[in-house]
Antibody
Framework: EVQLVQSGAEVKKPGESLRISCKGS????????VGWVRQMPGKGLEWMGL????????RYSPSFQGQVTISADTSIDTAYLQWSSLKASDTAIYYC????????WGQGTLVTVSS | EILMTQSPATLSVSPGDRATLSCRAS??????LAWYQQKPGQAPRLLIF???TRANGIPARFSGSGSGTEFTLTISSLQSEDFAIYYC??????????FGQGTRLDIK
C-alpha cells in the first residue's frame, strides 16, 4: 500500500527556520516525483513544487521559488520542505503529494507562524 | 502559467440527482487534467486523471470528460458522501502545475 506520512504540526515564530518531512512507503521512492501543496486557512490548493528523488531534479512554482527549499533523502525515502525565515503568511496546511497528477497525498502538516 | 477556471463556484444539488462541474483552461492542456475531492478536515483525494480515467477505488458514478480547454466532472446519482469541494488541476505545462479555485457541492 502506497503511503505518504508527514511530520506533525508545528508552531513557530516569525523569522524562525523549519523543515517538515514526508516519508514514502509501499513504492519505489526514487522513481516517482514527490512534492508539496499549500492550503491556507479557508482557501484553495496551491502547488509549490516537485522533486524527482532519483536525480534530485527539482521544479518550483514561480510563486514559491526562493521562498522554500524542497529536498529528498533516498536513503530513508523521505522528502522535505524547508523555510529559512518563516512569515505569518506561511501559516497553512502543507500536503505532501506524489507525481504530477497527485495520485497520493499525505495527511497534511499544519504550520502555524505567530508571534 | 495556465489559468484554470471552475464553474460554478457553488452548486446545490439534491441527493440522487446528477451534478455537472466544469473546468476551463486558459490554453490547451491536452488530456493532462485531474479532478480532486476534498471533504472538511481531510486531505484531497484523486478522483480522475488523464481527463477521464478513474483513480483506484473511485466509484463508477464519477466520470470525467473533455480535452484541450474544456472539461467536465459528472457525478451521477449523488450520495451524501459526495458533498464536498472539487478541484481541477492541469499538469500539461509545468512548472507550475495549476489548480482551479474549486467548486463547492452543497446539498439542496
Amino acid at each position: 500500500e502506497v503511503q505518504l506520512v508527514q511530520s506533525g504540526a508545528e508552531v513557530k515564530k516569525p523569522g524562525e527556520s523549519l523543515r517538515i518531512s514526508c516519508k514514502g512507503s509501499g513504492y519505489s521512492f526514487s522513481t516517482y516525483w514527490v512534492g508539496w501543496v499549500r492550503q491556507m486557512p479557508g482557501k484553495g490548493l496551491e502547488w509549490m513544487g516537485l522533486i524527482y528523488p532519483g536525480d534530485s531534479d527539482t521544479r518550483y512554482s514561480p510563486s514559491f521559488q526562493g521562498q522554500v527549499t524542497i529536498s529528498a533523502d533516498t536513503s530513508i525515502d523521505t522528502a522535505y520542505l524547508q523555510w529559512s525565515s518563516l512569515k505569518a503568511s506561511d501559516t497553512a496546511i502543507y500536503y505532501c503529494v506524489r507525481e504530477r497528477h497527485l495520485d497520493y497525498w499525505g495527511q497534511g502538516t499544519l504550520v502555524t507562524v505567530s508571534s | 502559467e495556465i489559468l484554470m477556471t471552475q464553474s460554478p463556484a457553488t452548486l446545490s444539488v439534491s441527493p440522487g440527482d446528477r451534478a455537472t462541474l466544469s473546468c476551463r483552461a486558459s490554453q490547451s492542456v491536452s488530456s493532462n487534467l485531474a479532478w480532486y475531492q476534498q471533504k472538511p478536515g481531510q486531505a484531497p483525494r484523486l478522483l480522475i486523471f488523464g481527463a477521464s480515467t478513474r483513480a483506484n477505488g473511485i466509484p463508477a458514478r464519477f466520470s470525467g470528460s473533455g480535452s484541450g480547454t474544456e472539461f467536465t466532472l459528472t457525478i451521477s446519482s449523488l450520495q451524501s458522501e459526495d458533498f464536498a469541494i472539487y478541484y481541477c488541476q492541469q499538469y500539461y505545462n509545468w512548472p507550475p502545475i495549476t489548480f482551479g479555485q474549486g467548486t463547492r457541492l452543497d446539498i439542496k
